[in-house]
C-alpha cells in the first residue's frame, strides 16, 4: 500500500506503524519512550502527528498506516504540543547530568535545545523518591523516572518480572522492585531506559579506581564484543571493529598491560567442548558463560542447575591465568595486580562477587567490571578521541585469540565455537567447513542437528531470559529434546547486553555480530584448540588437574 507523509509518497506494509515507516525513509520525527523491542507504551507523546481528514494529534508510534493515508509530521500546533509534553517530561524528571550514563549523547536534552524548552519551567514533582539498589550490579533513580514502563515491559518480557508499578504517595506512577522476586542483573531494563534512571553500579563513581595505587600493575582485558561496539560512542558505525584502537586508548589512560578475554574465550571452548564430549548424565548441558542467565537459573528453575556447564565464563579464567601463570612469568605477586575487565554487560558486575570463583588465598580473579560505556565515558573525561587514534597491538601472550574466541559475543557464538573443537575432540579430525550457520542470527530461539561423525547433536540457541524460559518449559516435558543449548540472558547475545552503548537495537545488534564474524574471518587460527597461546598454556600449566580445576572450572550448587 502507499500512504503520503508531508505531501510525498511512500511504500508501506500492513501492520506498520507511521513511525516504523518514518524512521525507515529517514523522516524525523521525534520520539522518546518507543523502543523496537517492545510494545508502544504512547507515554511521552512526543511522535505526535496529523492524520488528513481526522481530528486531533496521533502518536506515531502506534498508528497504523492505512492505504491512502495522508500524514503531516510538522506544523505550529504539533510543535507546540511536543514543546509542551516535553516540559512536563523534564517535571518528572530530576536532572542529574553530570553523572548520568546519557551524558554525553541525551536525546532529552538534544529535544530540549530543538524545542527551545525552559527545562526547569516546571518543579521537579520527584526530588524526594527513593533511590533502589539491585545487588551489585544495577542501580534505580526513581527520581529520574519519565514513568513510560520500558522497564517493566522488557523484564516481563524477560521471564523475571522483578519490576513493576505502583501508584506513588502523589499519584505518580513509580517503578518498584517485587519483594517475591530476584533481579538476575541482565540490564535491560538499563538499555532500554531513555532517560537514565538506571545505571549500573559505580558507574563513573569508581571509574578510577585502579590508578590510584601506583605501586599495583593494571591490566585491562577486552571482552569479544567490545570491539564491534565502543566505536559508536565516538560517532562510528555499529559494527566496526576497533580492537586496535581500544589498545592505544587503554594505554593512554595509564594501563600497564592490555589483553583479549577471546583468549579466555578459546580455553573456555576447549573446556566446555570436552566436558560435553565426557558427560555421562545431566544433559542437556547448558552454557554459564553468561552470569545473569545462571543466575536466572539458580533463582527460577534451580532444578536445571546441575545442567549447567562447570566451565568459567571467559573473563574469570583469563583473570585467573593472569594472577598466576602471567604472573609467575614476570615474576610479580598475584596481590599486585589489578585486573579490569571491560564488559558488555553489567551482570559481570555481580559475578566477580562470587566467591566459589576466587582463586587461592581468597584472591579475586577479576577486581574490576567496567562497561562499555564507561570505558568511552572515561577516554571522553580525558579528551581521548577513539576516532582518530591509531591501532597498536595488544600485548603478547594473552591478547592473541582465535576467531573462535571472537565470536563469542553473538549470540550462537559459544556454540560455534564449540563445535569446532567437539568435532576434533570426537574424530580426531577438524570440521571442514568450521561455520555453523544454523546458530547465527537474531533469533530468540534457534534450532538445529549437527552431525559429528557418527553423532547428531540436538542442539538449541536462545538469547533473552524469556525465550530461554520457554526451552526449560519444554524440557520439563521432553528431557531429552536437546543434548547442548547456549543462553545469553541479553537479546542477540552480549552484543545487547545492558552496558553496551545505547540506544541498542535489533539493526544495531545485527551490524555488531557482522562486525565480529568478520573478525573471524580475517583470523589465520579460527579453531580454539589450534591457538598456539593455548597449546602453550596447556602445556607449561594447564597439563595438570589441580590447575585446569582452579582456574578452569567451577560448581553450581542448587538453592533451595
Known amino acids: 500500500m502507499k500512504i503520503k507523509i508531508n505531501k510525498k509518497e511512500y511504500k508501506a506494509k500492513p501492520g506498520q506503524t507511521v513511525l516504523e515507516i518514518a524512521k525507515q525513509k529517514g523522516i524525523k520525527i521525534p520520539s522518546l519512550c518507543y523502543h523496537s523491542d517492545i510494545e508502544p507504551s504512547m507515554s511521552c507523546r512526543l511522535c505526535l502527528v496529523k492524520v488528513k481528514g481526522k481530528k486531533g494529534l496521533f502518536t506515531a508510534c502506534s498508528l497504523l498506516a492505512e492505504d491512502g493515508m495522508e500524514i503531516t509530521t510538522k506544523d505550529k500546533e504539533i510543535e507546540q504540543a511536543r514543546k509542551t509534553n516535553l516540559e512536563l517530561l523534564f517535571s518528572q524528571h530530576k536532572e542529574e547530568c553530570f553523572d548520568c550514563v546519557y551524558k554525553y549523547n541525551c536525546y532529552l536534552l538534544k529535544l530540549a535545545k530543538e524545542y527551545d524548552v525552559e527545562i526547569t519551567r516546571f518543579k521537579d514533582r520527584k526530588t524526594d523518591y527513593p533511590v533502589h539498589r539491585f545487588g551489585p550490579a544495577l542501580i534505580f533513580d526513581s527520581s529520574k523516572c519519565i514513568d513510560c514502563r520500558n522497564c517493566v515491559d522488557i523484564c516481563q518480557q524477560q521471564g523475571v518480572g522483578f519490576l513493576k508499578v505502583e501508584k506513588g504517595k502523589k499519584e505518580f506512577l513509580n517503578v518498584v522492585p517485587d519483594k517475591n522476586k530476584e533481579c538476575i542483573y541482565c540490564g535491560q531494563c538499563l538499555v532500554h531506559c531513555p532517560v537514565g534512571a538506571f545505571e549500573g553500579v559505580g558507574e563513573f563513581e569508581e571509574i578510577e579506581k585502579p590508578f590510584k595505587d601506583k605501586n599495583k600493575t593494571v591490566v585491562f582485558q577486552i571482552a569479544p564484543s567490545i570491539r564491534s561496539s565502543i566505536g559508536e560512542e565516538f560517532g562510528m558505525n555499529p559494527g566496526e571493529v576497533v580492537t586496535g584502537k581500544i589498545a592505544t586508548a587503554v594505554r593512554k589512560i595509564g594501563a600497564d598491560k592490555i589483553f583479549d578475554v577471546s583468549v579466555g574465550a578459546d580455553i573456555t571452548t576447549v573446556e566446555e567442548a570436552r566436558e560435553f564430549v565426557q558427560r555421562k548424565k545431566d544433559f542437556p548441558m547448558f552454557t554459564s558463560c553468561c552470569p545473569a542467565w545462571v543466575r536466572f537459573v539458580e533463582v527460577y528453575y534451580p532444578e536445571f542447575t546441575k545442567n549447567l556447564t562447570t566451565v568459567r565464563s ?247
Open 314 to 560: 571467559p573473563h574469570i579464567i583469563l583473570g585467573g591465568l593472569i594472577k598466576t601463570y602471567w604472573a609467575k612469568k614476570q615474576g610479580l605477586d598475584p596481590k599486585d595486580i589489578v585486573v579490569v575487565s571491560i564488559m558488555p554487560c553489567i551482570s559481570k558486575k555481580y559475578e566477580i562477587t562470587r566467591k566459589e570463583l576466587f582463586l587461592k588465598n581468597n584472591i579475586k580473579p577479576v577486581d574490576f567490571v567496567l562497561t562499555t560505556r564507561e570505558l568511552a565515558f572515561l577516554l571522553k573525561e580525558k579528551k581521548i578521541d577513539l576516532k582518530k587514534l591509531k591501532e597498536e597491538e595488544l600485548d603478547d601472550p594473552l591478547g592473541l585469540p582465535s576467531g573462535a574466541g571472537v565470536i563469542y559475543g553473538a549470540s550462537g557464538g559459544v556454540m560455534e565455537s564449540a563445535l569446532r573443537t567437539a568435532h576434533k575432540e570426537i574424530t580426531g579430525k577438524d570440521l571442514g567447513n568450521i561455520e555453523t550457520k544454523e546458530v547465527r542470527g537474531l533469533d530468540g530461539i534457534k534450532e538445529a542437528k549437527v552431525k559429528v561423525g557418527k553423532r547428531t547433536i540436538k542442539i538449541a540457541v536462545t538469547s533473552g531470559t524469556g525465550n530461554a524460559k520457554n526451552i526449560l518449559e519444554k524440557l520439563k516435558e521432553k528431557p531429552n529434546l536437546y543434548d547442548y543449548v547456549e543462553v545469553m540472558a541479553c537479546p542477540g547475545g552480549c552484543i545487547g547486553g545492558g552496558g553496551q552503548p545505547m540506544p541498542t537495537d535489533k539493526k544495531t545488534r545485527k551490524k555488531r555480530a557482522q562486525g565480529l564474524y568478520s573478525s573471524d574471518k580475517k583470523k589465520k587460527v579460527r579453531l580454539a584448540h589450534e591457538n598456539p597461546i593455548v597449546k602453550e598454556l596447556y602445556e607449561e600449566f594447564l597439563g595438570n588437574k589441580e590447575n585446569i580445576h582452579k582456574i578452569c572450572h567451577t560448581k553450581f550448587i542448587q538453592k533451595q
